[in-house]
């Protein structure tokens, strides 16, 4: 894929978002993959050639470009941009979500918008992204989201999910989090299903009853419910909260 055809690409995606493009797109061999980030006023969307050749190269499928595309303007749609140095597993989920929205409104079967996170599983290089299998759940989710928003008449459903036991919430991150019965980390956001990406595990005889994982992420939790992050030299740093999570009251007439 060359410059010009990313641009055109870009500029396709946008259109199906109802926005006018105000990206600037441009081969990158320093990125890695491929990486959305702001510079000045310009908000750049940067891939790297090599890289993008080799998702086109064993997927066989320009979709798989576009979705690649298509999750990197999510992060500057979303506001993630504004904040470079966060990373959050939830922040990647809903731009994953989006592209197979995108991918869905463009015209994109089910197949072709998973094809490139199916061969490079990590499109996007982060420290804590979450694993493969969550990244397709939410690939998965917009692509059918956008098909059902597309039949006529459909009316709006809401799920109550109600194996919730606890909300997990991360300092600095937007995101909120749960655990359900199954001691699953998951990533909902009221409208989209939950989407496991890590694991609540039992550390029974310690000062940390639980750990929180996911990918190559650890962190202990503590009895009163607090998330840590263990350092190197005992220099822990507290990173979040979990707590019990009560269920909303539903709203009697
Ligand atoms: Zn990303």
Not at 184 to 199: H, K, N, S, T
Not at 240 to 252: D, I, K, L, N, S
Request: glycine share 8%; aromatic share 10%; with cysteine.
């Amino acid at each position: 894929m060359n410059e010009a055809a990313a641009k055109e690409a870009v500029y396709r995606i946008v259109q199906h978002s109802g926005l006018l493009p105000t990206f600037t797109v441009r081969e990158d061999a320093q990125v890695r993959t491929a990486n959305a980030y702001i510079k000045g006023h310009e908000r750049v969307i940067a891939y790297n050639p090599g890289f993008m050749a080799r998702i086109l190269d064993s997927t066989r499928t320009d979709w798989s470009a576009v979705s690649v595309l298509a999750h990197e303007i999510a992060h500057h749609l979303l506001g993630h941009t504004l904040d470079p140095d966060a990373m959050h597993p939830g922040d990647e989920l809903a731009c994953d979500r989006y592209s197979g929205f995108i991918l869905h409104r463009m015209g994109a079967t089910l197949e072709e918008s998973l094809a490139a996170m199916e061969v490079a599983g990590n499109v996007h290089g982060t420290r804590s992204h979450p694993p493969k299998h969550a990244r397709l759940a939410a690939i998965r989710q917009g692509w059918e989201e956008a098909g059902r928003l597309s039949v006529p008449g459909d009316r709006l459903t809401f799920t109550f999910v109600n194996d919730l036991t606890h909300v997990v919430r991360f300092a600095g991150d937007a995101n909120t989090y749960y655990i359900n019965a199954r001691q699953e980390l998951v990533w909902f956001d009221q409208y989209a299903d939950p989407i496991a990406f890590g694991r609540l595990e039992n550390a029974a005889g310690t000062a940390y009853p639980f750990t929180l994982t996911w990918q190559d992420q650890r962190y202990r939790v503590d009895g009163g419910g607090t998330i840590w992050s263990m350092g190197a030299n005992g220099m822990d740093r507290q990173v979040g909260r979990m707590e019990p999570f009560v269920a909303p009251q539903r709203q009697g007439r």
